[in-house]
């Protein structure tokens, strides 16, 4: 199991209320994530209601750091989609709920 961090991302909502749309322009890079593994550029998890409807918010999605090769990782998100970022867009992961499995 790799090193738990977060990656920088944009979230807007998902097609259910416990989904969001991810984004990782570095990686060129779209896909799913449950809200509870998603935090607003505070690092706050976010509340139910966010994003507003329409709209996408600079964030942080989990992430397993898999593998380092100088300056850039290799990490897993919650999809399962494995890529490659800078090491610079990932960092600590704040402390999850005890009811949230990753």
């Known amino acids: 199991m790799g090193v738990k961090r977060i990656i920088a991302c944009r979230i807007s909502r998902g097609g259910f209320s416990g989904e ?3 984004e ?3 990686a060129n890079y779209k896909g799913l994530a449950p809200t509870q593994l998603c935090w ?3 690092r ?3 509340s139910p209601d966010e994003p507003d409807e329409n709209e996408a918010i600079e964030g942080f999605v989990a992430a397993h750091l898999m593998n380092r090769e100088g300056n850039r990782v290799l990490i897993s998100v919650p999809d399962g989609s ?3 970022v800078p090491e610079d867009m990932t960092f600590k992961r704040p402390e999850m709920p005890s009811d949230v499995l990753v």
């Open 44 to 46: 706050e998890p976010l």
């Open 20 to 22: 969001r749309i991810i």
């Open 24 to 26: 990782v322009s570095a």
């Open 82 to 84: 494995i890529f490659v």
């Open 40 to 42: 607003n550029v505070n």
